[in-house]
């Protein structure tokens, strides 16, 4: 039976602007973007003046902009008005505050840069798609990602407690003409090993090879490095290699690298037993070349007349 208990609709709590102080009074939204129209919900201090004491008066207001989380694929953008205030005794003038929605001259809410950081992390997106589907530059999404991925570790001093399964994994970080630029991508899979929550990111280390992630297992502390069980990685053998020069622990393929490696090897098998049967390459139409995407799909997934392969 179903016991969804509904409340009505409120574009605050669906886009996340009722944590971040903001309070959605308009909306603007076409085909191509969504513009929410915001207002910080009051504080009572805002209005006085924090040199002298006195009471503000207002003075006017001003728009911020900050891309938010894209909504149904579109890039959200919040049209922020704040109020002005201007001190009558000192003239000091203020702006009502916008530290809970994002960091001081950001050009991202705090939303839009966990939305970022999952979306490069997690489902492995590349920086330029992040920031086409939020509507900014490469560089400011570039930076922004950067900066929070740093923001929490640094702020964080216990990020490294119990942890006891490792994860390690390379991200195209940017493609230039020169060649990709790596980074070494390092998150504790503990909570996810004991089914207790969600992976959590522990380091992001520019470039990609042994010795990165050498140095990094290098700067932890013996204590830490001896706690640790299992290693999870790609196919790449230089994290493997630094895993058993380092620590005591066992290196696992990730999930995700197992299956690759074995639609791999389904592949070859495939296109050497059409060589051996035709002498050729797979062409179109070849009831060997047509199965190709059915033998790299997991048996209860594959439908109708194609089980019989
Ligand atoms: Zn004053």
Aim: some cysteine.
């Amino acid at each position: 039976m179903d016991k969804t208990i509904f409340t009505g609709p409120d574009l605050n709590t669906v886009c996340g602007l009722d944590g971040m102080g903001l309070t959605a009074v308009g909306q603007h939204v076409t085909p191509k973007e969504a513009v929410l129209a915001c207002k910080v919900v009051p504080d009572p201090q805002e209005g006085w003046c924090r040199e002298c004491g006195g009471p503000g008066t207002p003075a006017g207001s001003l728009v911020r902009r900050l891309a938010h989380i894209p909504y149904g694929n579109r890039p959200t953008t919040l049209h922020i008005r704040l109020r002005r205030f201007r001190c009558p005794d000192c003239h000091r003038v203020w702006t009502q505050d916008l530290t809970a929605a994002c960091e001081p001259r950001a050009k991202l809410s705090r939303g839009a840069l966990r939305w970022a950081l999952i979306a490069l992390v997690v489902l492995k997106q590349s920086v330029s798609k992040i920031a086409e589907q939020l509507n900014v530059a490469w560089n400011t999404a570039n930076t922004a990602i950067l900066d929070e991925g740093k923001r929490p570790l640094i702020d964080d001093p216990t990020r490294f407690d119990g942890v006891r399964v490792l994860g390690v994994d390379e991200h195209v970080w940017r493609h230039t003409r020169r060649g990709d630029k790596y980074v070494t991508v390092i998150i504790d899979l503990t909570p996810v090993y004991d089914g207790t929550g969600t992976a959590r990111l522990l380091d992001m280390v520019e470039g990609r090879s042994k010795a990165v992630f050498k140095d990094w297992l290098q700067s932890r502390l013996q204590a830490w490095r001896d706690q640790i069980e299992v290693v999870a990685m790609d196919g790449f053998t230089g994290f493997k290699t630094a895993t058993q020069e380092e620590l005591n622990a066992v290196a696992v393929l990730d999930p995700f690298h197992v299956v690759r490696l074995g639609g791999d090897a389904v592949t070859t098998t495939r296109q050497r037993v059409q060589q051996e049967l035709h002498g050729h390459r797979g062409r179109k139409g070849e009831p060997l070349y047509m199965a190709r995407q059915t033998l790299l799909t997991g048996e209860g997934l594959v439908v109708g007349e194609k089980q019989s392969i």
